[in-house]
Structure formats: C-alpha cells, structure tokens
C-alpha cells in the first residue's frame, strides 16, 4: 500500500561491529558488501520513523527507541533519499547508521516532491533511461564507492503499485509501463556499477499486491533481471489506518505473494522490506498481528525469506486523533512484549555480516 510498505532480504560472513569495525574488531575494509546470513537465521532491521513523513528524517534516537522496545538491535536501517531534498549521497545519515554497527538502507527516490498518484516527468522511467539524471547518478556512485562500508539500496519502491509515479500507469499504462521500468532500474543500477560502487546490494522491491490487479500490472513484468538485482524484496502490510475495511493476517499475505516471487526470481533471496500493522482498529490488535507475522517469518515457512524489517512509524489522517496510524513498537500496547517474546535466540540476526 502506498501508506507504508514490506520487503523481506539476506546475508553470510563476519559481523560488524560498532564504528565500522568486525566483531573480532576487525577493520571494515572498503567496498565490503553485505553478505547473506546462514540458512534459518534472519537479518533484523527497521525503518525507525521520523515527523514529516517523508521517511527521510530519522535519528539515532528513533534508532535507540525501537531498539529498547524489542530487545534487540538491528542489522539494517531503512530510509529514503529524497532527490526533492537533494541529490547528493545521504553521507551524514548513512555514517551515523554505520558508527551504530549497522548498514544503511536506502530507498532511492528521485522524484519532484511527495508525488502520489500522477506522473512525476522529470523523472519518469523513460527520462532515466534516456539518461537525463546520469550526472548526478554518476556522482552519488563515486559518493558511494568513496564511503565504501557495505550498502542497501533500492529503486523505484513497489513498483506495481499505482501511488508511486514510477509505476506502468503513469509511462503509458499497458506493456510499454513496466518495460520503461525495467529499462529504468537496470539503467540506474548499470551507471551506479560503473563508477565502482561495489558495495551496494541492489534490491527490487514489490507491493505484495498488484494495484490496479490489471494483468499488464502485474508484479512479474517489472522484473529487470538477474544480472542487476541482487536481492529481491515486498512490502506486506496489514491494515494501515483505524478506518480500514480489511483486516489481512500477514501469513496468508504473504502465502499469496511468495510463489510468484521465487517463480520470478528463484536463485534471489527475498527479504520482507516493509511490514507493519496500525493499532486502534475494531478488527484485529496490532500485537497478534505483528506475533502471527514474527512466528511464521522465524519458523522457516518461507525458506527464500532471509530477513525483514518492521516499518516503526506514525501519522495523521484526518483531525480526529483516534483515527491515527501507529505502528511504533515503544508505542503501542502490547507491542513490545510481542516483540521481546520472538526476537530471542540465534535465529535473529541483528549485526549485518560483511565480506
């Protein structure tokens, strides 16, 4: 949904410590790339929250606040950069997330502002392709390159969802949409890659449901290929406001999504980018939802999924304060325990492990 979103990933190797260093206190190297944890373990990760709701504006705080509530630390941490904002590399976010031991997440969003539901021209998948943006793509990979610890990158944030202008709707609706999609992922990553940035991790991230359920729309034809993505991730929400008719359990959502992921891309490992659930809502407690979700992640019913992030934030819908999404963990009742209760053991990774 375009509220919020899921993605699921992986990794394998040493971990890292605090400050850029292993666990031994070995040196992080340059250009050191994340790597997939074993089998049955899962990176634990988040998008900590921020005010503006442009997920651009976390803190360490945000960072130390979910991480108190569910009793472990995180392995990555999730957020966008915003072109609206700037189009340089997000170099003070993304060192701070490294000194607190953890790899940054960065959902690449070039776009003109907070665009919903419309084209967005200036970066429409056609203009990338087309190499309108190579400049400053060619500049955020040296930026990259030249901070050299390990990265997670996306672009172009379920895809198959209408609420992105990124989306085959808003490049001609039909076929030609998702293949400008797949011309413009590929382009971004291929000019990244070229100026050496080694370190990132490309990550293609879908909407677990196809909106609109149009078969031009659906998720598989915005796959750009083997060769340019190295993980593939979804976005699996329950209900995102009080005000929600629906009230989807995540196991079952989830159920419906991964076949057509593995049958897309079976050599890739899937991770959950975004997860989450609001309280407040007469149909179901944020609490059991987010337990149901933890219980089936962790138990290995689906053996591609190798880690998962929870999407920790809160936000006005209208003037009527009981109508407020929240799904922060130190927030909402219960939610914490169910959290604690789940994120114990070995099976969590909350260290990333680097090569």
């Known amino acids: 949904m375009w509220c919020r979103g899921v993605c699921a990933v992986?990794?394998?190797s040493a971990v890292l410590g605090v400050?850029?260093?292993?666990?031994?206190g070995r040196p992080l190297t340059a250009l050191a790339r994340l790597q997939l944890p074993p089998l049955g373990r899962y990176y634990h990760g988040v998008y900590p929250g921020g005010t503006s709701g442009e997920e651009d504006d976390l803190t360490p705080a945000l960072?130390?606040?979910y991480e108190a509530a569910a009793g472990r630390t995180v392995a990555w941490v999730y957020f966008s950069h915003n072109w609206f904002h700037g189009r340089q590399f997000?170099?003070?976010?993304?060192?701070?997330?490294?000194?607190?031991?953890?790899?940054p997440y960065i959902r690449l969003m070039?776009?003109?502002?907070?665009?919903?539901?419309?084209a967005d021209p200036p970066y429409a998948p056609e203009a990338i392709a087309r190499g309108d943006l190579d400049a400053d793509l060619r500049?955020?990979?040296?930026?990259?390159?030249?901070?050299?610890?390990p990265l997670l990158v996306e672009w172009g944030t379920e895809c198959n969802g209408e609420w992105f202008p990124w989306n085959g709707r808003w490049s001609g609706g039909g076929p030609q949409g998702p293949a400008r999609f797949r011309a413009a992922f590929r382009h971004v990553v291929e000019t990244i890659r070229a100026r050496g940035a080694a370190n990132i991790t490309w990550v293609w991230h879908v909407n677990n449901d196809d909106v609109p359920a149009d078969a031009w729309n659906r998720l598989e034809n915005y796959y750009p290929g083997d060769d340019v993505v190295d993980w593939v991730g979804v976005s699996v929400y329950g209900?995102?406001?009080p005000q929600d008719a629906d009230w989807p359990a995540f196991p079952a959502s989830f159920d419906a999504v991964y076949g057509r992921l593995a049958a897309v891309a079976p050599a890739k490992p899937l991770i959950v980018c975004e997860f989450g659930v609001t309280a407040g809502s007469p149909l179901g407690t944020a609490p059991t939802w987010a337990g149901e979700a933890l219980d089936a992640l962790l138990a290995g019913r689906w053996p591609a999924v190798r880690g998962f992030s929870w999407w920790n934030e809160t936000w006005q819908n209208d003037n009527d304060p009981a109508h407020d999404?929240?799904?922060r963990v130190q927030a909402v009742a219960g939610l914490s325990a169910a959290f604690q209760a789940r994120l114990t053991g070995q099976a969590v990774v909350d260290r990333p492990i680097v090569q």
Do not use: E, K, N
């Open 10 to 12: 992986v990794a394998l």
């Open 19 to 24: 400050a850029g260093c292993g666990s031994g």
């Open 63 to 65: 960072v130390s606040a």
């Open 90 to 103: 997000p170099l003070a976010t993304a060192t701070w997330v490294r000194d607190r031991g953890a790899v």
């Open 110 to 118: 070039l776009r003109s502002g907070d665009i919903r539901d419309q």
């Open 139 to 149: 500049a955020w990979g040296d930026a990259a390159r030249a901070y050299g610890g």
């Open 239 to 241: 209900a995102q406001t």
């Open 325 to 327: 999404t929240d799904m």
